[in-house]
């Protein structure tokens, strides 16, 4: 009777220690930074969405000023209309290709924007225009913006892939969230391609 | 036999359990992995921090003082920075780093800005928080340090940039104080639609809610109102890269 009594105490002890060590662990940890991930690429879009609303009104002053920069603009408005037009897959985060083409679209209408305001250097005219400094200083911060919530968006992704990859956060979702995948993330360099220092 | 058996099993699932629990508690203590190097702030030991030493003490005094008046009347934390450099971080991002660190404004509604003067880089910039976007707008911002800072800045005279640009930022956002010699040129362009501005609102209550999660997490740094009898702290805020940056 004693003898059979340990052995089955022992269990429910060790179960329970189990259950605690389970515990100590964050169980939800994989879920919660996947949520984090979401809101700070939804930032990120947002960003990216509330440049590309500044472009028409950019392109439109500075024609007004500047005719004769036709290719110029008609680079940043096809860049634009390429960057907008580009469908997201809902699996975007997870999908290396589309990740890479949506960072690149991106990229080349920051660099039309970019090669854009080194043109407008050349009309005095138009860098006096109130209506264009306030569209300057909008894109400026815009593009400050976009780096934040992108720096933002590296940070939360390296604390989810470092969750998924490492233990004990790797055998909790292997267990807990099989479907949880390593998620894309910018490239630094990408970054410092995309947002040339210009000055005004 | 049983019993032995049992024993070794149970001593063997033991050691394991002990090795998972020892790992996860390694894995707390250890925290979140190394992320990219801060740089070293100064301390906020007011709503003015004068570490390049521009300001006289009267003008230190007086510029507190308004800071102190606006945030009892709006709850809205303006704080005023001068550092010896930037440890070379651009200033936009030394600015949102700053100010996500001291936490400046109200919890939730980011309602917080800093004015950030860099002697040494001859650059100063307005930062806004999340919750000012709409008032202080870029553009706004870019003229309060166009039209009230840089002309004295330019003449060497920092006080008086600082005093012209602090009382122009309070005066865009609503402060009913006296200033003389202050120029708001209001821009009839709108930084923010209502939709994007609420789109952003609750793009970002989504993204504090998943930062903290329901349960634990951190929490706020005491009562907001205990703050103005002695010392001064950030409320909480955070920034996202927002105002204008002006260089001379």
Redesign the interface.
Known sequence: MI?TF??RA??IF?IL??A??LA???I?AVP?YD??T???W??VL?QY??RA?LVPNLVETVAGFARQEKETLTAVVEARSKATQMQLPPDILNNPEAFKQFQQSQAALGGALARLLVVVEKYPELKSNQ?F???Q??L???E??I???R?DYI?TV??YN?ELR????RWVAGVLYPEAEVKQTFDIAEQAKEAP?V?F | MAARYMRDWGSAARAICSLALFLCAIHSVAGQPGFAAEPKFPQLSGRVVDEAALLSAPAKERITGWLLEFERASKRQVVVVTVKDLQGYPIEDFGYRLGRAWGIGEKGRNTGAILLVAPKEREVRIEVGYGLEGELTDAVSRAIIEQNILPAFKQGNYEQGIINGTAAILKVLGWKGDAPGVIITQESQEDLSPLSLLILIILFVIFRFGRSGFFGGRHGRGVWGSRSRGGFSGGGGSFGGGGATGRW
């Open positions: 003898r340990f052995p022992r269990q060790l220690f189990f605690m060590g100590a662990c964050d939800n919660r949520e984090e979401k809101a700070a939804s930032e947002n969405q509330r609303d209506n400094l306030s569209l200083s909008q400026e911060g815009t400050n913006r780096s934040v919530a720096r940070l390296q604390k470092t490492t233990i004990p956060g220092k000055k």
